[in-house]
């Protein structure tokens, strides 16, 4: 059974940083991990993913590229996101997720996701 569960999330003054991870069970040979987020009223969007085979190659929305990183450990089978100079916008709630085929990109194709972490950001 897959289970991916995040932490890390928490409430910070804007400028600040924070790390989320996501450690994965049950499955290691992800194709494609992800990070994504939905803010009140809002619909869920793609953040940042990476693929955990050719070379780790990452992609990232527009709005994070410059400030939020994601990592992989393998060994670990744990996505992290380090999210440095946090804006009041990036508040919302922050989910993990994976699959194991397909195309890796920004998209919610994803068959796996986490219950998610709440980031609080305050001006």
């Known amino acids: 059974q897959v289970q991916l569960v995040e932490s890390g999330g928490g409430s910070v003054e804007a400028g600040g940083s924070l790390r989320l991870s996501c450690a994965a069970s049950?499955?290691?040979?992800?194709?494609?991990l992800g990070w994504f987020r939905q803010a009140p009223g809002k619909e869920r969007e793609g953040l940042a993913v990476?693929?955990?085979?050719?070379?780790?190659?990452?992609y990232y929305h527009d709005s994070v590229k410059d400030r939020f990183t994601v990592s992989h450990d393998n060994a670990k089978n744990t996505l992290f996101l380090q999210m440095n100079d946090l804006k009041p916008g990036d508040t919302a709630v922050y989910y993990c997720a994976a699959k194991t085929t397909g195309l890796c990109n920004l998209g919610l194709g994803f068959p796996y996701w986490g219950q998610g972490t709440q980031v609080t950001v305050s001006s």
């Open positions: 990476i693929r955990t085979t050719a070379g780790g190659r990452t």
């Open positions: 049950g499955h290691r040979n992800w194709s494609c």
